[in-house]
């Protein structure tokens, strides 16, 4: 069982910076890939980084170039750095861990989710 926490988010404009944070219980963090998603009101729940156990990372076009994953496992913390954010980027963002050593941009092969913390990024 992995219990995932998200914090970080909140109200920044646009052009702005935010690091979220998902900090996960266990021991078994380290054996687990780890992912974040995003939802806006009204939309599906739509994938935005992804980072596997050997660290290789893979982010949505619609993000490359300004969000960052990482993760720290001595920590138990996976981070998503989020630059030069747009009014489009607003939603709820979601840590989500995979078993599965894997990249898996499909939200429902991941098996925990947290909470989510809210982004809101205005013009």
């Known amino acids: 069982q992995v219990q995932l926490v998200e914090s970080g988010g909140g109200l920044v404009q646009a052009g702005g910076s935010l690091r979220l944070s998902c900090a996960a219980s266990?021991?078994?963090?380290?054996?687990?890939?780890m992912a974040w998603f995003r939802q806006a009101p009204g939309k599906e729940r739509e994938f935005v980084a992804a980072?596997?156990?050997?660290?290789?990372?893979h982010c949505a076009d619609s993000v490359k170039g300004r969000f960052t994953i990482s993760r720290d496992n001595a920590k138990n913390t996976v981070y998503l750095q989020m630059n030069s954010l747009k009014p489009e980027d607003t939603a709820v963002y979601y840590c989500?861990?995979?078993?599965?050593?894997?990249?898996?941009?499909?939200?429902?092969?991941?098996?925990?989710w947290g909470q989510g913390t809210q982004v809101t990024v205005s013009s």
């Open positions: 266990g021991r078994t963090f380290r054996n687990y890939a």
């Open positions: 980072i596997t156990l050997s660290r290789s990372t």
């Open positions: 989500a861990a995979d078993r599965y050593d894997r990249m898996l941009v499909d939200w429902y092969g991941y098996d925990y």
